[in-house]
């Protein structure tokens, strides 16, 4: 986590020294696709019924707060960073023929190195393309005690009931930004991944 700050503040100094104009903040909300997705976990056996003890639904949060910036680097490219939080998800789960049991908390940050394209502009409008990789970092998951009983103990694929990193990728094929003044407007982004089907929100350009 410590070299992504480290980064973060690399390119907020960059951002400082360039030229007015070449660098937006945006901030907003995501909404769908991977931006709740927990990482897998496996669910005790149960011996009598010959079959996993309960029924796991995916988390049930679809939306995350979505922060970043982007420095243009040429005309119609520019690279950033961003960040999306989610604060908490469950995963409801379902006991044998009974109601719901139980559920699982977890929160999540993920850090993405962005690109960024325009590819049209026109009066105040931008049509755009952003895509990006970086990591997940999710929080260790709150149990409560009756899933800390040794029979109904729940475990990662990866054998590591504790915190865990994944990939994270976004790809938002179409982005377009509104500016009806010179340094603040708005946007919204379509696309898949981890930051969402659909991210919307304000951009600030210095």
Not at 23 to 46: H, M, R
Not at 73 to 99: A, D, E, P
């Amino acid at each position: 986590m410590k070299k992504y700050l480290i980064t973060l503040i690399t390119i907020i100094g960059i951002c400082l020294c360039s030229s007015a104009q070449r660098v937006e903040v945006f901030g907003g909300y995501s909404y769908g696709s991977l931006v709740a997705k927990l990482p897998g976990i496996t669910p005790p056996f149960d011996t009598h019924f010959n079959a996993p003890m309960y029924s796991l639904p995916q988390g049930n949060d679809n939306s995350a707060l979505t922060l970043g910036l982007n420095v243009r680097i040429i005309k119609n490219l520019s690279i950033g960073l961003s960040w999306t939080g989610v604060s908490k998800s469950q995963i409801i789960m379902h006991y044998w023929g009974s109601t719901v049991m139980d559920d699982v908390e977890q929160s999540s940050n993920t850090i993405i190195f962005n690109v960024k394209y325009d590819w049209l502009k026109f009066w105040k409008i931008n049509l755009y393309s952003r895509a990006g990789i970086g990591t997940i970092f999710f929080s260790e998951p709150t149990f409560s005690d009756w899933l800390i009983e040794e029979e109904h103990r729940l475990e990662w694929r990866d054998g590591k009931p504790e915190s865990c990193k994944r990939l994270a990728w976004q790809v938002s094929f179409v982005g377009i930004e509104y500016r009806p003044i010179k340094w603040v407007g708005v946007f919204a982004e379509g696309g898949l991944g981890r930051q969402g089907a659909l991210l919307a929100g304000l951009k600030v350009f210095i």
